[in-house]
């Protein structure tokens, strides 16, 4: 199994809402990431996690909050977003973090549009 | 921390001709160079990538050059296909790490039939 598979595809929330963001992977990956990707952009790093720890926020606003319940899984949550929030959301992973981690397998992406 | 630099961002070649991609990066201690293709309304796929101990790789149709002294790497696709046409984005990191990519804006390859 080489996916990592991503749900839901297709979000809409209003900006009071409460939603969350679902990615898994059984590769054996230690290294779980969320990328927000914005139209006819590159793919900007959000968060990383290292066996199950937070080891990047890349300076994040607290609205959006990542959470690593296992080893396989990933989930973003998200509250009170604004519509530039609207963007397509990447999980990805890699065997592991930093040293020779090799290659990123990228999910297919929740598209978010926040009204 | 890193910048990187891709050109062009649209190329238009006609089937069959080749396409060249340029990046350059700005931290010497950059070490590794992934390429990732991204299709329209679908997930970045890497296609190749390199490290800095060597100067050119290949696979198929598809090589990476780079120029540690310069500091700029290349994809090279001959042959082109119409299954070619996507965003191409190049990217850099330290220690070979995922975590620390840095990507370039991307380039729209466009092949013409």
């Known amino acids: 199994d080489t996916e990592v598979t991503q749900t839901p595809k297709h979000l809409v929330m209003g900006m009071t809402n409460k939603k969350s963001l679902k990615c898994e992977q059984h590769?054996?990956?230690?290294?779980m990431y969320w990328y927000k990707q914005k139209a006819k952009k590159p793919p900007e790093l959000m968060f990383v996690?290292?066996?199950?720890?937070?080891?990047i926020n890349e300076s994040v606003p607290s609205r959006f909050s990542p959470e690593c319940p296992n080893s396989s899984l990933l989930n973003l949550h998200l509250h009170a977003l604004q519509p530039e929030d609207s963007a397509l959301y990447l999980c990805?992973?890699?065997?592991?973090?930093?040293?020779?981690?090799?290659?990123?397998?990228f999910g297919e992406g929740s598209r978010l549009t926040v009204l | 921390g890193e910048n990187v630099e891709q050109h062009p961002s649209t190329l238009s070649v006609q089937e069959g001709d080749s396409a060249v991609i340029k990046c350059t990066y700005s931290?010497?201690?950059?070490?590794?160079f992934p390429w990732y293709k991204q299709e329209l309304g679908k997930r970045p796929q890497l296609i190749i990538d390199?490290?800095?101990?060597?100067g050119e790789k290949k696979d198929q149709r598809i090589a990476v050059t780079l120029n540690k002294t310069a500091k700029h790497f290349s994809l090279h696709i001959t042959e082109t296909q119409p299954e070619d046409s996507a965003v191409y984005f190049c990217?850099?990191?330290?220690?070979?790490?995922?975590?620390?990519?840095?990507f370039g804006k991307g380039t729209h390859l466009i092949i013409q039939p």
């Open positions: 990805a992973s890699s065997l592991f973090s930093g040293g020779a981690a090799g290659e990123l397998f």
């Open positions: 590769m054996g990956h230690r290294a």
């Open positions: 996690y290292s066996y199950e720890k937070l080891s």
């Open positions: 931290d010497s201690a950059s070490n590794y």
């Open positions: 390199i490290r800095s101990n060597v």
């Open positions: 990217a850099a990191s330290k220690g070979g790490g995922a975590d620390g990519l840095t």
